[in-house]
């Protein structure tokens, strides 16, 4: 089946209705395009749980503060719609801003408590603009089920948590993030880097684990924090925006591991490309 | 057909499949009970424009102040459950709170700009839990119409702006006000009021004709607004909140009839019930 591109809310409602009243289970993949690896494999995963797949790219203004890369946000909508096909996702969904945002749009969809510490503490609008977009573009699909990756983490819980509480009736499945061999996780923003940044840059999962080792060993996120941060910015990073152990599931702050599940999250800047990255960990 | 009264989010999908397979177009009227004449002409311009009727009943908390009369806010549910059997409503759908805001529920949705003005002013909590519970509501019942009384205009424009704004494809109705022969606007509310405050209320409707026909003969709301506020003291009313021309579209404030739609609304207190009322105003 080839790829379908449509443009609008109305012509992707007249394309799904069908599949929709045979019962035809639909799957998410919600993008800002420029699309690598790590989508294919949301895409591959909600192949596996739906019939249709159906991939947004929308470069969403409401998540860019005025001061962040919106204008220059890659945009490669050939190339995206190439990757679609080899993966044999069905439908790639354009739209452009007024499709989203009508003219005189007024309304915003927030989460509270999830979205406060981490991006929400350095991106204010960042997880209303992404509660916001996804909200939309979930009541536009219908779909049964949705795949984020887990790179972007605390992202996946609150839109996990706003389908939940708006009764949207999707599945909100994570996806583990997918790395480079070297261990950097692939990222869009990763195209900004230059030769030298990104020889730099797998020195944040590098961090991750050591880290992780750290507190499987028994330490303490405090003592371990102060080592961490000097290596990152020996390795040329900034002194990070945050280097977090959280609650897996409430991003509680945590100083050591418990037996719950926790994630251990960092975002720090590379030269003028600023790059996140988490990893689950869990007392051994 | 009997009517069908569902309880939960999951009884109510189930239902509904089946006749949204069929292509069967689904109409909501959504209520907080205490049904009344004023719903039934509401659930007959549904059937007018549906094959099936959803009423929900739910006293929404979030669109309750603390000091507001979310307790006391009659609940009559056999009595409701008749009126829609007797217009031929085809289900009542009468969630428990965790249907609508389950246990850790942190998402609301909001509306800038229409929200602000008129009720918004004076209860700020409360277009956040109108949008947010619709929201909620729409999502779960999926409706290709919804009706909403004129009485609550403000609220009719917000409820028409977030469906369209969240691209819910739900097409929001109003519906002029039902009223008492001599004049009240019908409203759940009015078992408020005493028999000497039943008396008394017509004096609300009455105002806005009067004021109405100043306009239309030309005068302007700066120097019709206080004879009327007089006028609603001198019949047992409270200073009222607001008695506004506004922009039938944008409520935006007018002091005079320009030939543009526009929209007379009043708010005021009698004893301890606070009643609304508005009525369209037209040049000749």
Redesign the interface.
Known sequence: MALSVVRT?AAL?ALLAPWR?E?TRIGLVATLGALHRGHAVLVERALAACERVVVSVFVNPTQFAPHEDFARYPRTEAADAALLERVDAHVLYAPAVEE???P???????????TEPLEGAIRPHFFAGV?TVC??LF??V?PDVTVFGEKDYQQLLVVR??A??????VEVIGVPTVREPDGLALSSRNAYLSAAERAAAPALHRTLQEVAAGLRDGAAMAALRPDAVRGLVAAGFSEPDYLDLRDAETLAPRDRLDGAPARLLVAARLGATRLIDNIPVQRA
């Open positions: 809310a409602r009243r019962g989203i945002y009508p005189g749009d007024a309304t915003r969809v927030t989460v509270s408590g999830l509660a909200a939309r009541c536009q219908q948590r706003m939940r509480d708006l009764g949207l009736g």
